[in-house]
């Protein structure tokens, strides 16, 4: 298995009455899968298991052939740092580096800064129409152009697993189409996984398996 | 990883290049004062000793040593009592070293004008670099740097200063002849105007030159025994030359004309001792110092100041220290979320703790190499602003 696949999953926060309880979710490789649900769902809380930044009380969550469980606080950040993407919903970006030094951050502390990295990375970012602010500062662009460098730098490592926690919030329709076509792409070409935590209800059609997060949650 | 850390900080600090400009001058100044402080005593040690301890003893009226010292050795510029010449005979007269006057009571602009004689050039060892020696009244030879500072050479002329602006029958500025340059000694004689004894005078008023009163009757107020009285047409002379050098006339009594102090080499250390036996006398009008002791006391007193000042800038410094260590606290505080976001990407905690390590380094190393620049650029200037402080 060369997925995603969480098992018997269970996680609460401390002195919250919030439950979340997943007894099997399977996304393949090559596919995307939707996580719909209004705010304070619980959305990016099971992202954060998927990706492994937040340890269930029970259960499995198997990225690949490799148990999130079974590793150490250290191996998941490897693990994460070169097998996982993470487009976070506020960005995350630092402001005072560069486009090109933003995207290219991750393979940095992964001492992978090859030319053909770069190569690749200047062409996401051509792709994602932010190439002609290369050199910027992450601080100086708008919304829009931010939220597309945060899926730049996502994709830039090739991960194997994808996780997008709306990605396409900040976008006119003409970027947002672009941006899921782009990500669609790279899931086929790669094989990859892609998880996509939404509320547009527009995207759903790209996402022929996806599940509603009130379904997991008490 | 650890340049990817050194990246980042590199990043983040130059970005805010400001704050740490800012930061880093705070630490550099803390750090400088002490450095400088040490520096700049270094340096007034140095000009002041070769001086000191090349001035084996020094008489002059009675007061402070001190200000006797720094106005004989260093031509600074203060009132002191004078001492009557004929304490320069009584010093010749017991034979028992040589005895070198200095007058050094008035300036050509900033220059320090030194009416002494020709002794003087040989225990300096200053010689004629260009040019030749005093010749006549009204001569004076230059110090190096007061020739190249005011583009100054021989043949040209420089005027004495009017010391008092107010006193209004005062001598007008005397117009000297340059006749010579000096080797540079890299002491204050290198600031001075060198002038024969008698010159001084001359600037001083004790001597004067004006038309032969003789020749020209209608100067004459009225005629006593043996005397003429000149009214106030006689035409005053305010510059020596071959022509008019016969003009110049001294009045009163000679023994009782003022010097500011005596340079003593005595022949050999008995007589050394027996001269400073002599000066021993609380009543005595003039006293007799070793350079050398005032100038340990003044550097006894100014390595107590600094120890103290060391103290003091010790506690700025922890002081400094302790706000540095708060402001990068309250900075990394601030960006938390940074760090949780390159945390959840995979970056260790080890490579977050080497960008925030590599942080603090950056600005240290900034202060310290401001400190650096300061304290050179003062090491450089010292001794220039020390002789300043002594002028």
Redesign the interface.
């Given at each position: 298995m060369s997925g995603i696949s969480l098992q018997d999953l269970s996680f609460s926060y401390p002195g919250s009455s919030f439950r979340l309880h997943v007894n099997g979710l399977e996304v393949a490789p090559g596919a995307g899968f939707g996580l719909l649900g209004p705010s304070g769902a619980g959305k990016t809380t099971l992202l954060r298991l998927m990706t492994g930044l937040l340890q269930p009380q029970s259960g499995l969550v198997q990225l690949g052939n490799t148990a999130l469980q079974a590793l150490s606080e250290a191996e998941r950040r490897a693990f994460r740092l070169s097998e996982v993407g993470l487009v976070f919903q506020d960005f995350a970006l630092l402001d005072y580096l560069t486009v090109e030094e933003n995207i290219l951050l991750p393979q940095r502390f992964r001492s992978h800064t090859s030319a053909s990295a770069s190569d690749r990375a200047r062409d996401l970012a051509e792709r994602l129409e932010i190439g002609q602010h290369w050199q910027k500062l992450a601080g100086q662009l708008s919304q829009g152009e931010r939220q597309r460098i945060a899926i730049a730098r996502a994709l830039a490592h090739k991960p194997r697993f994808v996780f997008a926690d709306e990605p396409t919030a900040s976008l006119d329709s003409r970027r947002r189409s672009r941006v899921m076509d782009l990500l669609m792409e790279y899931t086929h070409e790669q094989q990859a996984c892609l998880v996509m935590v939404t509320h547009d209800t527009e995207l759903m059609p790209l996402f022929p398996n996806h599940a509603r997060v009130e379904d997991f949650t008490s | 990883?650890m340049?990817?850390a050194l990246?980042?900080a590199w990043?983040?600090v130059?970005?805010?290049r400001l704050q740490t400009l800012l930061l880093a001058g705070a630490l550099a100044l803390v750090i400088t004062l002490p450095l400088c402080l040490r520096v700049v005593v270094q340096a007034t040690e140095a000009t002041m000793r070769e001086r000191a301890v090349s001035t084996p003893q020094l008489v002059g009226a009675r007061g402070s040593a001190l200000d006797l010292m720094l106005t004989a050795l260093y031509f600074k510029r203060q009132p002191l009592p004078p001492v009557a010449m004929k304490h320069l005979h009584e010093l010749r007269e017991a034979n028992l070293g040589s005895a070198i006057p200095l007058d050094v009571r008035f300036h050509a602009q900033e220059s320090p004008i030194v009416g002494t004689e020709i002794e003087y050039f040989g225990l300096r060892s200053l010689r004629i670099a260009n040019g030749k020696m005093i010749t006549r009244l009204g001569d004076c030879v230059l110090g190096a740097r007061t020739a190249l500072r005011r583009g100054l050479k021989p043949g040209d002329a420089i005027f004495s200063s009017q010391e008092q602006v107010f006193d209004m029958a005062g001598i007008y500025p005397l117009k000297m002849r340059i006749t010579g340059v000096l080797t540079p000694n890299g002491t204050p004689d290198d600031d001075a105007v060198f002038v024969d004894l008698k010159t001084a005078w001359l600037i001083q008023g004790l001597a004067h030159g004006h038309e032969d009163v003789s020749t020209t009757r209608d100067t004459v107020l009225k005629t006593e025994t043996d005397n003429l009285v000149a009214n106030a047409s006689v035409r005053m002379f305010n510059e020596v030359t071959d022509k008019n050098l016969d003009g110049f006339h001294f009045h009163g009594d000679t023994s009782a004309y003022e010097l500011s102090a005596i340079l003593v080499v005595p022949k050999d250390p008995k007589s050394e001792a027996l001269l400073a036996g002599r000066f021993l006398k609380g009543t005595n009008a003039v006293q007799l110092i070793r350079p050398r002791e005032e100038y340990d006391a003044l550097m006894s007193t100014l390595f107590q100041v600094q120890t103290l000042a060391f103290s003091v800038l010790g506690l700025t410094l922890i002081a400094a220290a302790a706000i540095s260590a708060l402001v990068f606290a309250l900075s990394f505080r601030m960006r938390r979320?940074?760090f949780k976001?390159?945390?959840?990407?995979?970056?260790?905690p080890l490579?977050l703790s080497l960008t925030k390590l590599f942080e603090i380094t950056l600005v240290g190393a900034g202060g310290l190499a401001l400190a650096l620049i300061i304290t050179l650029f003062v090491q450089w200037n010292a001794s220039t602003w020390v002789q300043l402080l002594l002028k």
């Open positions: - | 990883m340049l990817a990246h980042l990043r983040y130059a970005r805010h979320r940074e976001t390159l945390g959840d990407v995979g970056v260790s490579a």
